[in-house]
């Protein structure tokens, strides 16, 4: 076979390259806008039409080109950005590989209007050829428009996604973009209605108005940001924000690493939501690895990751203080109640038993010491404590690991019995050995501080049965209850198997109706 090596001529090789930076219309903008924060525009406008495949406009204030730097930026490997292989230890832009421009033009009807504050200039191409330079009219600051895309790659338009996947991609990657640049104003219009739109905030307010309110806030050495709660874990990682010195990345370590910090207040494949910001020195990370910069290599891997964990526990730690009332909230709708059989003590006795189904969310309405007053149908006054006994009970049953928590720091015990380890861990409580007779608790349940845990352990070193063990260190602790409290458990009882009475077969709660204190008022 004869084979001939030629040099791939520029227009073919920027259509190949084209393919790697420019997947689709989300991507696309993505490197568009990364140059518009490069040039450190302060208001960015995204118009696309048809999901961005028809047109696709980026607008921005930044600083703009000079006619001649204009024409060198169309240019593969044509970049301001970066000068020598040192530079890329110390980068600071978002972009610097000077291949966007390039591709994006030679796959599309490519216009750029740019001014740097003095002439403006106006550059159109076609497929990646100059058909037209004019000088033209505008404010500093540079207008990208993008007509067609891969008219001219007939292979990659027929994968294009459609207008409505293309748009909601393009969302999501404006909406990231925008999480790591709260002082950028953004606006995206399709097809001439606005889809998002921020003002210039702090990157708390961005936050909030992006992904809603994170409850935990983290602040440790180099790394900032948000966590979600336990209950807003997700079964995909899609709500997980990472950015290293204002870029996305995507770093399964760390990502590991702050689910890591959740132990087992999440199941196996459930998935912390995150927002979190990392300022590193060039040289402790390679950001170069992936062609869309997406990927990062670490210097340091088990200092970063441990960096991650403990700035994740610590947020957790501090805010979620010693036991989580933060157990999803999801109430029944309808909720059995087969309240006593046998008559209170003011009661007439009745014929039929009382079973209800409650079909509105019980409400708390008030707290008394350590009970809750609940609206459903009716009045019932809940037993906090007993409640919580009992979701406790449960939990020591059933060793579900999203009932337990991990504690940051260990509880030491003083231990006669030598199988106690073997006997905590039949009730799901995670330990091990320290010294002889000593021990060190490293999980208990979401609903125990650790000062009730050493109640419950005295009790249950002291041979008293799990209930009763339970029912003691419920009693004597020393939690206030509030009405957020109260809603909680009442959701974790909802999801326990028995839910009328405490784990020695008292009841959690009453009805309250009139007929019960009409009789006081004598
Ligand atoms: P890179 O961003 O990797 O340098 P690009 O092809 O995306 O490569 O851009 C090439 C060059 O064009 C940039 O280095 C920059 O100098 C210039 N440029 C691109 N977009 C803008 C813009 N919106 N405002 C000012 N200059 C820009
Ligand atoms: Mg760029």
Excluded at 144 to 156: D, G, H, M, Y
Aim: glycine residues 4%; proline residues 5%; hydrophobic residues 40%.
């Amino acid at each position: 076979m004869i084979q001939s090596i030629f040099k791939l001529p520029d227009e073919v090789i920027n259509k190949i390259a084209a393919g790697e930076v420019v997947e689709n219309p989300a991507s696309l903008i993505k490197e568009l806008i990364e140059n518009s924060l490069d040039a450190r525009a302060l208001h960015i406008q995204i118009d696309i039409e048809e999901g961005g495949e028809k047109k696709i406009l980026v607008e921005d204030d930044g600083i703009g080109m000079n006619r001649e730097d204009a024409l060198l930026s169309l240019e593969r490997h044509a970049t301001s950005k970066l000068k020598s292989i040192e530079d890329l230890e110390t980068i600071q832009t978002l972009g610097f590989r000077g291949e966007a421009l390039a591709a994006i033009g030679a796959v599309s009807y490519f216009k750029m209007t740019t001014s740097d504050g003095s002439i403006a200039t106006s550059i159109e191409m076609e497929g990646g050829v100059v058909k037209k330079i004019t000088p033209s009219a505008r404010n500093r600051g540079t207008t990208i428009e993008v007509l067609s895309l891969f008219f001219n790659v007939p292979a990659r338009k027929k994968f294009l996604k459609s207008a409505r996947a293309n748009t909601s991609l393009i969302i999501k990657t404006i909406e990231t973009t925008a999480l790591a640049h709260p002082e950028v104003v953004f606006t995206l219009t399709s097809n001439g209605e606005i889809l998002f739109q921020t003002e210039k905030q702090s990157w708390e307010e961005r936050a909030e108005a992006i992904l809603g309110p994170l409850p935990f806030k983290v602040s440790f050495e180099s790394v900032y940001g948000l966590l979600g709660s336990p209950s807003q874990a997700k079964p995909q990682r899609r709500n997980q924000y990472l950015f290293i010195n204002q870029r996305p990345i995507f770093s399964p370590l760390i990502a590991k690493a702050v689910k890591a910090a959740y132990g087992t207040r999440l199941e196996e494949h459930s998935y912390p939501s995150f927002l979190l910001f990392l300022t590193l020195s060039g040289s402790d990370a390679d950001i170069n690895v992936h062609p869309q910069k997406k990927e990062v290599r670490f210097s340091n891997e088990k200092g970063i990751f441990s960096l991650f964990e403990k700035a994740a526990a610590l947020s957790l730690g501090n805010e979620m203080k010693m036991a989580s009332f933060d157990t999803p909230l999801a109430f029944s709708n309808s909720f059995e109640f087969h309240p006593e059989e046998k008559a209170l003590p003011w009661e007439q006795p009745t014929e039929k038993p009382l079973t209800f189904t409650f079909q509105i969310d019980p409400r708390p309405l008030a707290i008394l010491e350590k009970f809750c007053l609940f609206q459903t149908e009716q009045l019932i006054l809940v037993n906090l404590e007993s409640a919580r006994a009992r979701i406790l009970f449960e939990s020591f049953e059933r060793h579900n690991p999203a009932s337990f928590q991990i504690l940051i720091c260990p509880i030491e015990l003083d231990v006669k019995e030598d199988d106690m380890v073997h006997k905590l861990e039949t009730i799901g409580i995670e330990c091990r050995w320290i010294q002889k007779h000593k021990l060190a608790v490293d999980s208990i349940p979401c609903w125990m501080s650790p000062e009730d845990f050493i109640v419950f352990f005295h009790h249950f070193q002291a041979d008293a049965s799990i209930p009763l063990s339970l029912l003691e260190s419920c009693r004597k602790s020393v939690r206030s209850y509030t009405l957020e409290d109260a809603k909680a458990l009442w959701s974790a009882l909802d999801r326990c198997q028995e839910k009328n009475k405490d784990p020695e077969g008292r009841s959690i709660w009453i009805p309250i109706e009139a007929k019960h204190f009409k009789p006081l008022f004598i």
